[in-house]
């Protein structure tokens, strides 16, 4: 998608620091950061929110997860704890229509919504 | 596990009102709702958290995503919105060690961490 900013990213024409990539999904930090850790991870495949995931397509969200996970550990908040998120339409917040993972941690966080 | 909260709701031994069940998952509303919509869809295996998740067995993940899309739908939050949360350890709150995933909507959501 040409006006999607994660596509953009995902292409090299918006720079950010891609700290994961694979031939699914890619991460980066969030631009506005709501804790000490906080990384999107997002699928390669402009998929606009996690609704339009059928059991067909939700294997993504899988493998999303894994990469979380090994992050986590990189980031050396497994232990400590974290939170994933993903927000779908308007009452969630959903700032950018392309899927991604929200990976949050390296503090006591608070209610989830 | 004898002593795990969701296990025992699963097994029908905790009274819970239970919207959803298939031979993977099972899906109840939280008992301190954070929102007018506030579910848990919990996997049926004993799973502490989500870090235990490895690329074998993270395809769990994905069903609960179905599970929560479909939900959303029948609550009628899928298109003004939704959050899917899932904590991990003690920064991020986790209370019950047994893998679950919130589905949240019904009202306008404030910051995720």
Request: hydrophobic letters at 45%; proline letters at 6%; one cysteine or more.
């Amino acid at each position: 998608m040409p006006d999607c900013i994660f596509c953009r990213i995902i292409k090299g024409e918006i720079k950010s620091d891609i700290i994961f990539r694979d031939d699914r999904a890619v991460a980066f930090p969030d631009v506005y950061p709501k804790a000490p850790v906080h990384i999107l991870i997002v699928p390669i495949e402009h998929i606009p929110s996690v609704a339009e995931l059928d059991e067909a397509k939700a294997a993504i969200c899988a493998h999303m997860v894994t990469v979380a996970n090994r992050l986590a550990r990189e980031q050396g908040i497994s232990e400590s704890g974290y939170r994933l998120v993903t927000n779908r339409g308007p009452d969630a917040g959903q700032a950018v229509l392309h899927l991604h993972m929200h990976l949050i941690g390296g503090k006591e966080m608070g209610d989830i919504a």
